[in-house]
């Protein structure tokens, strides 16, 4: 990304608004790979596994630039602070955030939601985020359950008409066995 372009929201990046469809997980992914490649001072991205069904599990480490310089010091701190690592833990390293979203598959906002996390703590204009960043390093795993997610998006986006339907009876709100 050129010192001038501008960060893309998830919606811009996705072509619609989040909250008017279901994002698939590979569509996440990708966003999330967008912001890591556009802002590598900031955004680390880290593949710990695969599902059953071979979609990547991946988890976001984001921070300011000097905390991302010092990324894996402020792990070993944090360790210490658990108990569970060497010396003694020092009380002026950045704090520890962990997000984990989507954990249900049809609680599908979560990832959504991910997805505004990581560009309202990457956006370049965001004032606000830079300060938190500066004490605090903000871990993302944007879909514990991508198999069960994608279950269920494919399933609502294939039942949701054009426009949605409140009432609880309609076909969109009857998911079928397994839920969740």
């Known amino acids: 990304m050129t010192a001038g372009a501008q960060l893309k929201s998830p919606d811009q990046f996705l072509g619609y608004q989040l909250g008017t469809r279901y994002t698939p ?8 790979q967008y912001v890591a490649q556009a802002k590598p ?16 599990l991946y988890v976001a480490f984001v921070a300011s630039t000097e905390n991302m ?6 792990r070993k701190n944090n360790l ?21 979203y989507n954990v249900h598959g049809n609680e599908t906002s979560s990832s959504e939601a991910a997805m505004k996390t990581l560009f309202f ?6 004032a606000e985020s830079k300060q938190w960043l500066k004490n605090t390093v903000v871990v993302i795993d944007p879909c514990l359950n991508p198999d069960g997610r994608d279950r269920y998006v494919n399933w609502y986006n294939t039942m949701i008409g054009k426009h949605w339907n ?15």
Request: hydrophobic share 35%; glycine share 6%; net charge negative.
């Open 25 to 32: 997980h590979y569509r996440i992914v990708q966003y999330f």
């Open 80 to 100: 210490a602070l658990a108990h569970q690592g060497e010396g003694q833990p020092s009380a002026d390293a950045p704090a520890v955030v962990w997000l984990s």
């Open 166 to 180: 409140p009432l609880t009876i309609a076909r969109e709100h009857r998911e079928e066995w397994p839920g969740g």
């Open 121 to 126: 703590l990457t956006d370049p204009a965001n």
């Open 69 to 74: 310089a010092n990324l894996e010091q402020i």
């Open 41 to 56: 001072d900031m955004v680390k991205l880290q593949q710990y596994g695969e599902t059953n069904e071979h979609r990547p």
